[in-house]
T-cell receptor, first 111, second 113 residues
Framework: QQKVQQSPESLSVPEGGMASFNCTSS?????YFWWYRQHSGEGPKALM?????GDKKEGRFTAHLNKASLHVSLHIRDSQPSDSALYFC???????????FGSGTRLLVSP | EAAVTQSPRSKVAVTGGKVTLSCHQT?????MYWYRQDTGHGLRLIHY???????EKGDIPDGYKASRPSQENFSLILELASLSQTAVYFC????????????FGKGTRLTVV
C-alpha cells in the first residue's frame, strides 16, 4: 500500500470553478508536505509546501494540513484551463532524504 | 531556476539488454533521485543519493542499479531490461532533502521490446 494516497483519481471543473484535492498519509513520521503539478510531457514542478497545521494561501492556491489526521488538501479557486494537469502530493520525514509521492489526481478545467 | 538534464529523452531497448539513463544537475544540490512514472502508480522512488559515491535503495529498487560518481551526475542502470520496465523515468535533485523543493528533469521515455 502506498504511504501517500490521493483522491479523487480525476476531477473535472468548469473554468472559474473550485478544484479540490485530497491526500492522506499512512506514516505518522511524515512532517513535510508538498504539492506538485505536472503538465503533459514535462516533469513535475512544485506548487507549494505546507509544514504546519492550518491553512497556507498562495494566490489562487490554498493548502490545508491536519497532522493529527495526516490529511492535507489543496484547493484552486478560479480554475483556469491552464491548470489542467496531474497534481501530486508528496511527503517526507523530518531530516529524511526520501520524498514519497502519491499516485496523483488528474484535473481537467473546461472553458 | 534549478536545472536537471536527462539523457536520452527516449530510448527503445531490447529485452535482456543493458540500459543506462543519465542525469546531470547544475544546482550544487546534494540530493538526487530516480523516479519511475506509470499510469495509476504516480511517481515511485527507485534509488536516491545524498552524497557522491553513495546510493540508497528507494521503494522499488529491484532490477535497477544506481551510480553517483560526482555531485552533479547520477545514473540509473538496468542490467537486464525487461518488458515490465517500460515506463517514463524522472531524475530529480533537491538541496537538503524532504523540506526543500525537488526539481525534476523532463523525463526519459523507455520502451523495452
Amino acid at each position: 500500500q502506498q504511504k501517500v494516497q490521493q483522491s479523487p483519481e480525476s476531477l473535472s471543473v468548469p473554468e472559474g470553478g473550485m478544484a479540490s484535492f485530497n491526500c492522506t498519509s499512512s506514516d505518522r513520521n511524515f512532517q513535510y508536505f508538498w504539492w506538485y503539478r505536472q503538465h503533459s510531457g514535462e516533469g513535475p514542478k512544485a506548487l507549494m509546501s505546507i509544514f504546519s497545521d492550518g491553512d497556507k494561501k498562495e494566490g489562487r492556491f490554498t493548502a490545508h494540513l491536519n497532522k493529527a489526521s495526516l490529511h492535507v488538501s489543496l484547493h484552486i479557486r478560479d480554475s483556469q484551463p491552464s491548470d489542467s494537469a496531474l497534481y501530486f502530493c508528496a511527503a517526507s520525514e523530518t531530516g529524511g532524504y526520501k520524498v514519497v509521492f502519491g499516485s496523483g489526481t488528474r484535473l481537467l478545467v473546461s472553458p | 531556476e534549478a536545472a536537471v538534464t536527462q539523457s536520452p529523452r527516449s530510448k527503445v531497448a531490447v529485452t535482456g539488454g543493458k540500459v543506462t539513463l543519465s542525469c546531470h544537475q547544475t544546482n550544487n544540490h546534494d540530493y538526487m533521485y530516480w523516479y519511475r512514472q506509470d499510469t495509476g502508480h504516480g511517481l515511485r522512488l527507485i534509488h536516491y543519493s545524498y552524497v557522491a559515491d553513495s546510493t540508497e535503495k528507494g521503494d522499488i529498487p529491484d532490477g535497477y542499479k544506481a551510480s553517483r560518481p560526482s555531485q552533479e551526475n547520477f545514473s540509473l542502470i538496468l542490467e537486464l531490461a525487461s518488458l515490465s520496465q517500460t515506463a517514463v523515468y524522472f531524475c530529480a535533485s533537491s538541496d537538503t532533502g524532504g523540506d526543500t523543493e525537488v526539481f525534476f528533469g523532463k523525463g526519459t521515455r523507455l520502451t523495452v521490446v
